[in-house]
């Protein structure tokens, strides 16, 4: 791993993380006025570790068991033809669906939006919710559509040159956000594809 | 006659010594150290070796009827170019050369044309149809003189037919050239019989059926005491089975392409059909085994089966395709790469196998426009030069042949044929044919 | 990730493993879902080129590439030029110029979609859907796919294939394809239905049927034809039956878990009984359901993509 990070800051500890994570636990129950009738889902790969440290917080706070899930969204992009073809991730929709419930979208950086955008697809075939919400650990700014977060861990402003690895204990054995700057400059997020980068899912 | 003479300098005759050799009216009028050349043209053949100009006993020219493949001009354009003086015409055109109308026909058509001397071959039955005698006889009266007969491209697997052509024959001094190939064995069937051909799908050619045949027809040979040819032999079974035949003084003579000497079946996974041909590309190990048999005699002669087709016959599904390949113009690059750079063969070693042995088997070493012949003072001038020092990428586009469909489109061969020479008259100079 | 899928010999592990997983996907992604249709492959055609009729495996391949959004376009080429039609070559520049980003071939002589793949006629990637007596990958992952559900990883499990192997490409391409994936599969046939060099294919190959069932895990039963018995394949359908046929008896000496396939279509009575082919062991009618699953996979992995380079181990940041 830590050859890939040669060159990478630090931009947010685990601690940091920890606290972003329960803070936006605490505004999606505030938003939602309580807990009842949320499903979180979350964005693979990394979306979907942070969902479910999301939700056990929210559960935590309010004491019901909220339900939990993934929702791979690669059948939805519309850059697929950029890359070879990926292997699929789960998507897990919890039992109960999304009908008439208040999803929350959870992925680690929002960039482009492109991804959001096919996660709302996605959700499309799934089901109906009654609203959809956007919650990321990172915002690192140039978006090309015209979508937003809802909660937000950290807003980080970014070049292009740069990019942005978010690390979590559960899939890499450590709790961190490293920015770093790239071998070489990519022109837009579109094209910004290389392995590991935060748009490639 | 023509009225030029030529003076060779310096060739390795058969390979051995340098030696001179001069060309005039039609025959070798002089040979040794030092001739006298006065008024010739002079060749300068230091480094190449002369051999006398090479016979094919199988040949297909595809006209009449197939002139879209082939034509009896372009295929014997083909074969000067291939350092061959006569070839052997197969009968199996449309129509079949089954009578003495067809076979003269092809005969004048060489003539005519006049690169090669054309040697129709005679259907055994009528229509190839594997029933009834063809008139065997008026085609050795013909003006053609036909003396080999064969139903090649199909197997004569009466065995009461085979025997009574083979009793037939002896009245005019024919041969049966026999495809040998069992048809219920081979019903389908598409390449090599092998753990490829069960992993490719396709229907298999065993070699059973070969030498089933061979070693039928090799007992009937004995029983009547007749002359039996066996074309494009293919396994090592069937060369053991000569070779047994040999050693009891049969009466039986077998021929091996240049395919066979060195392509294998393998080549068949690419599913180009390039590689189609019949009896299909073997293993490595009836590779081997027809080299040694060449080597050492049991396998009395090289013979092309060279096979025209056009583009639309090869360049489709393997099963759709023909059968056969191209050989003429490669032939003798084949057999240097696989006989005598390997140390098998020497050049009087090729002589034999690709001059004096087809000639004398097709009996055309004898008579007016004799083939075959040893290179020596009185003997018709049938010569090939070649340069064994050269190599060449086979490039099919380039062939005199009107077809296309060489295996050894983009392979490195050595050798190369530089002149050959039709009873003193080059039809071939500086390795390019001579007229068009 | 795949450019053509000719032969089950080509896949790796890996490779045989990720279009499994992405049927399983594809099925998570469809099944009990209002929509069954997912954007993947819009603006892309498949071309469904038939030299053959089967309308079960072009259907299979038609609602896979539908599921994936893809434009299909159905070319039964009626006349190959086996029988002197059209020739392959001219199909192929035909679909070259309509645009063919896939061609689904299914064709009556070995080698076909081999020869469209490399002939240079045409740049789509070619799916083999059945060439003569070679393969039929496609229907062995189906059939891998079918047994993994049932029995998880296939590493050490026993697969018994029973039928015409000599004719049978669908026994050609499992053999491979689980041997890959590291099952150990025993052929069971007459001798005379069986190719030369079977021996050093990575399988088993005995004569007996009765002493290969009781280790199995699955047993899998291959169509017949009663004509192989004219050209003395075997002496009679009923001679056959009783050797290497699945009836109730022999379908008892199974372990209790084991389960019964066939690729259809099935000859009832020949290679197996209707007892046997109705008994809820028997998965015949699943294999035709993850046919469509499987079928998306390799399509979307084969078109999804830029066609360049490989999938593995794209987001380990
Ligand atoms: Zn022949």
Redesign the interface.
């Known amino acids: 791993m830590s050859r890939?990070l040669s060159g990478f800051r630090t931009v947010l500890s685990e601690d940091e993380i920890n606290r972003a994570l329960a803070r936006m636990a605490h505004e999606v129950v505030e938003r939602n006025k309580g807990a009842s009738g949320l499903v979180v889902l979350g964005i693979p790969?990394?979306g979907v570790p942070l969902a479910q440290r999301l939700t056990a917080r929210i559960s935590s706070v309010e004491d019901i068991a909220v339900p939990v899930g993934a929702l791979?969204v690669t059948?939805?992009r519309d850059d697929?033809?950029?890359?070879?073809?990926?292997?699929?991730?789960?998507?897990d929709i919890p039992d109960g669906g999304v009908d008439g419930k208040t999803v929350v979208l959870v992925d680690d950086v929002l960039y482009s939006g492109r991804t959001i955008r096919a996660a709302l697809?996605a959700l499309?075939?799934?089901g109906r919710p009654r609203a959809v919400r956007l919650a990321v650990l990172v915002d690192r700014g140039h978006r090309e559509l015209p979508i937003r977060a809802d909660h937000v861990g950290k807003n980080l402003p970014t070049s292009l040159r740069e990019s942005v690895?978010?690390?979590l204990n559960e899939?890499?054995g450590q709790d961190a956000v490293l920015v770093g700057a790239t071998a070489d400059a990519h022109p837009a997020p579109e094209a910004h594809l290389a392995?590991?980068e935060e748009e490639?899912? | 006659m023509n009225g030029e003479s030529i003076l060779i300098r310096g060739a390795r005759i058969l390979g051995g010594p340098q030696g001179d050799m001069l060309l005039r009216d039609g025959v070798i009028a002089a040979l040794g150290g030092d001739v006298d050349g006065t008024g010739a043209r002079a060749i300068d053949a230091d480094g190449l070796v002369a051999l006398p100009g090479l016979v094919d006993l199988h040949t297909h020219l595809r006209e009449p009827g197939r002139e879209d493949a082939e034509t009896v001009a372009s295929g014997t354009r083909a074969a000067a170019a291939g350092g061959f003086t006569a070839v052997h015409a197969m009968a199996n055109t449309d129509p079949v050369a089954d009578t003495a109308g067809v076979v003269e026909q092809v005969w004048r058509l060489g003539r005519e044309a006049g690169h090669a001397d054309v040697r129709p071959v005679g259907a055994v039955t009528v229509g190839l149809a594997g029933e009834r005698l063809a008139e065997l006889g008026a085609m050795a009266d013909s003006a053609a003189r036909v003396r080999v007969f064969s139903d090649d491209g199909i197997c004569v697997s009466d065995a009461v037919l085979m025997r009574r052509a083979l009793e037939y024959v002896k009245a005019f001094d024919g041969v049966i050239a026999q495809h040998a190939q069992e048809p219920r064995l081979t019903e389908g069937a598409q390449m090599n019989e092998s753990e490829l051909s069960g992993r490719l799908g396709l229907r298999g050619w065993p070699s059973v059926a070969e030498e089933a045949i061979i070693a039928r027809d090799v007992l009937l040979a004995a029983h009547v005491g007749s002359r039996l040819h066996i074309c494009h032999l293919s396994t090592r079974g069937s060369v053991e089975i000569v070779r047994l035949a040999k050693q009891r003084g049969l009466p039986v003579t077998a021929e091996v392409t240049p395919h066979h000497l060195l392509l294998t079946e393998d080549l068949v996974s690419t599913y180009d059909a390039r590689y189609k041909v019949n009896p299909p590309l073997r293993s490595a190990d009836d590779v081997a085994a027809v080299r040694e048999g060449l080597a050492d005699g049991t396998i009395d002669i090289v013979a092309t089966d060279h096979a025209p087709h056009p583009v639309e016959d090869k360049e489709c599904e393997w099963d759709a395709a023909a059968f056969g390949m191209l050989g003429l113009d490669t032939a003798l690059s084949v057999v240097q790469h696989t006989m005598v750079d390997t140390g098998l063969l020497d050049w009087s070693g090729v002589a034999d196998r690709m001059s004096f042995a087809p000639a004398r088997i097709g009996r055309c070493d004898s008579d007016d426009a004799a083939q075959g012949r040893p290179l020596a003072v009185g003997e018709p001038a049938n010569v090939v030069l070649i340069d064994p020092a050269a190599s060449r990428t086979v490039d099919a586009r380039t062939s005199a042949s009107l077809s296309r469909n060489s295996p050894y489109d983009g392979m490195k061969l050595p050798g190369g044929v530089v002149a050959t020479f039709l009873r003193g008259r080059p039809t071939v100079e500086d390795g390019a044919l001579t007229w068009i | 990730m795949i450019r053509h899928l000719l032969s089950a010999a080509d896949l790796s592990h890996e490779e045989a493993t990720l279009i499994l997983d992405t049927a399983d996907e594809m099925a998570r992604l469809t099944e009990g879902r209002a929509v069954k249709k997912l954007p993947t492959l819009r603006g892309r055609t498949v071309v469904n080129l038939f030299f053959e009729d089967s309308t079960r495996t072009r259907t299979s391949f038609e609602l896979a590439a539908k599921r994936l959004s893809a434009d299909v376009i159905n070319f039964s080429a009626k006349g190959s030029s086996v029988s002197k039609g059209e020739s392959l070559k001219d199909t192929a520049l035909t679909l070259a110029a309509m645009g063919a980003d896939g061609v689904v071939v299914r064709h009556s002589a070995s080698g076909a979609a081999y020869r469209l793949a490399t002939s240079g006629w045409i740049s789509a990637n070619v799916l083999n859907a059945g060439d003569g007596t070679h393969e039929h990958p496609t229907q062995a992952l189906l059939d891998a796919f079918t047994l993994r559900r049932h029995l998880g990883d296939l590493r050490d499990r026993d697969v018994v294939i029973v039928g015409d192997v000599l004719h049978g490409r669908v026994a050609r391409s499992n053999v491979l394809l689980l041997a890959t994936l590291g099952a150990r599969v025993t052929l069971v046939a007459p001798p005379t239905l069986l190719p030369l060099g079977v021996e050093n294919w990575p399988c088993e190959v005995t004569y007996d049927l009765d002493a290969a069932l009781p280790g199995a895990d699955a047993v899998m039963m291959l169509r017949v034809q009663r004509e192989r018995m004219n050209a003395a394949f075997f002496p009679s359908a009923r001679e056959y039956s009783r050797r290497y046929g699945l009836d109730a008896r022999r379908f008892s000496s199974l372990p209790e878990d084991a389960i019964v396939l066939h690729p259809g279509p099935m000859n009832r009575g020949m290679e197996i009984s209707a007892d046997v082919a109705d008994n809820e062991r028997s998965v015949i009618v699943e294999q035709v359901t993850n046919g469509v699953y499987v079928r998306m996979a390799v399509l979307y992995l084969m078109l999804a993509g830029s066609g360049t380079g490989s999938a593995g181990g794209e987001d380990a940041a």
């Open positions: 890939h790969s990394r791979d059948m939805y697929l033809r950029l890359r070879p073809a990926r292997a699929l991730e789960p998507t697809t499309d075939d799934v690895r978010v690390l899939v890499d392995a590991g490639a899912r």
